[in-house]
Structures are given as structure tokens and as C-alpha cells.
């Protein structure tokens, strides 16, 4: 089971947006992924290994952690990050994801 | 470019059954595992089901196993869901989704649109 936290943040343009994401168990080899998705629209990948930007994502975006916790921060926001967010789990099967932070304007 | 083009939802009664399908392009569909995951109104991201790339093994969310079936025809570069006895729990978006091939990178780069499935009488 994927825990995210918090449910909804609420920031500004220009802040920094931290996102939690905990495992009730260990992910394997850190095979951790982040989605975003924006209203209306099938989920982008952001992050794949709990750390690696997939191709074209903004070096604003990073994922750190292993085990069991895992962060993915947004350095600035820009007016397009405004979002829900959803990290994966991809170690064993069933394939799991977390219930999504949303990232709206304050 | 890689494309997943869903069809087939619909509106349908609870007890029925529905084929979903997905025609891709782009890649050499017997290399890649496809899977279905969805998306109820207004909720999370449920991953549904998961054919391997030579279409050998298929596995499935407990919460569908023993009503879906999923496969593949790699010749026509097709994949299809098979819902049966739908239940009002399974209305959702359904997307078929693309790995990056192989047991260990079951992420999700490439996402079809969607098709919509209502179960409701």
C-alpha cells in the first residue's frame, strides 16, 4: 500500500512544492515512479527509479528516497504544475499506486 | 510516434459484458507488455491488468480477476479487454498503457486516451 502526503497542498508560483510518498513495504530496487495529471488528460511520467527524470521533464522536478519513503519535489512551481500527483510502485505485481497529492494555487 | 488508441467503452448493465480495445503503433507491440489501468470519476489510478510482451502471461488486480480477461493479437498490433459480469464499481476510465518492456521497468511512459466505461442500470 502507497501512502501519499498531504492530500492537498496549496502554494503559490515560484514556491517549492515537497511531496511524500511512503510504502508499507519495501519497494524493490527502488522501483519508485511519479505521475502528474492534469484535468482531462491521461497521467504524464514524471520520475522513474525514484530519482530519474523521464525524457523531456524539467530539471524543476527531482525524486529522492528508497525503501520505504520517497519525495518528489518541484524546486519552483510554474502555473503548469498545478496538478494531482501520484506516485507508483513497480517492484512487484499488483502494480499499486497512491491515492495523489493536489498541488492547486493558494 | 508511439500510439495507444482505446474504443469500446460504453454504457452497460451491471452483469453484462464489455470488449475494450487498443490499437497501437510506433513500436514492435511483441516486445513491450501492455497493461490496462483506470481511473473511476473523480478518484485515483487503479492498475487493472497486465499482458507480458510475448502474450504468454497475463496477470490481473484482485479486484477483476476471474471476471477480466486480457490479450493481445500482435499481428494486428491489437490489445482487448474482455469485462465480464461488470459490476457498478468497475464505471471508469479505462487507459491502456505501455511498459518500457520487461519484468523490471513496469512504468508507465506511454498512455492512450481513455475510453469510458458506465455500469449502471
Known amino acids: 500500500v502507497l501512502t501519499q502526503s498531504p492530500g492537498i497542498l496549496s502554494l503559490s508560483p515560484g514556491e517549492r512544492a515537497t511531496l511524500s510518498c511512503r510504502a508499507s513495504q519495501i519497494v524493490s530496487s527502488n522501483f519508485l515512479a511519479w505521475y502528474q495529471q492534469k484535468a482531462g488528460q491521461a497521467p504524464r511520467l514524471l520520475i522513474r527509479g525514484a530519482s530519474s527524470r523521464a525524457s523531456g521533464i524539467p530539471d524543476r522536478f527531482s525524486g529522492s528516497g528508497s525503501g520505504t519513503d520517497f519525495t518528489l519535489t518541484i524546486s519552483s512551481l510554474e502555473p503548469e504544475d498545478f496538478a494531482v500527483y501520484y506516485c507508483q510502485q513497480y517492484g512487484s505485481l499488483p502494480l499499486t499506486f497512491g491515492p495523489g497529492t493536489t498541488v492547486d494555487i493558494k | 510516434q508511439v500510439q495507444l488508441v482505446e474504443s469500446g467503452g460504453g454504457v452497460v448493465q451491471p452483469g453484462k459484458s464489455l470488449r475494450l480495445s487498443c490499437a497501437t503503433s510506433g513500436f514492435t507491440l511483441r516486445t513491450y507488455g501492455i497493461h490496462w489501468v483506470r481511473q473511476a470519476p473523480g478518484k485515483g489510478l487503479e492498475w487493472v491488468a497486465l499482458t507480458w510482451d510475448d502474450g504468454s502471461n497475463q496477470d490481473y488486480a484482485d479486484s477483476v480477476k476471474g471476471r477480466f480477461t486480457i490479450s493481445r493479437d500482435n499481428s494486428m498490433n491489437t490489445l482487448f479487454l474482455l469485462m465480464n459480469n461488470l459490476r457498478v464499481e468497475d464505471t471508469a476510465m479505462y487507459y491502456c498503457?505501455?511498459?518500457?518492456?520487461?519484468?523490471?521497468?513496469?512504468?508507465?511512459?506511454?498512455w492512450g486516451q481513455g475510453t469510458l466505461v458506465t455500469v449502471s442500470s
Open positions: 498503457v505501455r511498459d518500457q518492456g520487461g519484468y523490471y521497468s513496469l512504468y508507465f511512459q506511454h
